[in-house]
């Protein structure tokens, strides 16, 4: 079983930058596919992005396109997400996890998830 460990997480101002950082136990099979995902104080859990080890494809929310970049060192096993422009809205704990399937990565579904960090936005 892959475990994940985030951290990055913080305090900022609104237009900010902060990196998150997902380190991974392990690069496997069922953890081809790693993502972020985040979730807000009374609000649903959202995908952010995601990314394949292998071919390192990715893939964002309509949230996250033009300020978020996801990558990955694979030689770290290390997925990072570089966070821009961060608004009040950004503010939530953010959550990696990894799958096999992006499907269940963008779902939410994933069979790996870290504890979180959290982000805080100022205005």
């Known amino acids: 079983q892959v475990q994940l460990v985030e951290s990055g997480g913080g305090l900022v101002q609104a237009g900010g930058s902060l990196r998150l950082s997902c380190a991974a136990s392990?690069?496997?099979?069922?953890?081809?596919?790693m993502g972020w995902f985040r979730q807000a104080p009374g609000k649903e859990r959202e995908f952010v992005s995601a990314?394949?080890?292998?071919?390192?494809?990715?893939y964002y929310a309509d949230s996250a396109k033009g300020r978020f970049t996801i990558s990955r060192d694979n030689a770290k096993n290390m997925v990072y997400l570089q966070m821009n422009d961060l608004k009040p809205e950004d503010t939530a704990v953010y959550y990696c996890?990894?799958?096999?399937?992006?499907?269940?990565?963008?779902?939410?579904?994933?069979?790996?998830w870290g504890q979180g960090t959290q982000v805080t936005v100022s205005s």
């Open positions: 996890n990894a799958d096999q399937l992006l499907r269940k990565i963008v779902a939410g579904t994933g069979a790996t």
């Open positions: 392990a690069r496997t099979f069922s953890s081809a596919v």
């Open positions: 990314i394949r080890w292998s071919s390192g494809g990715t």
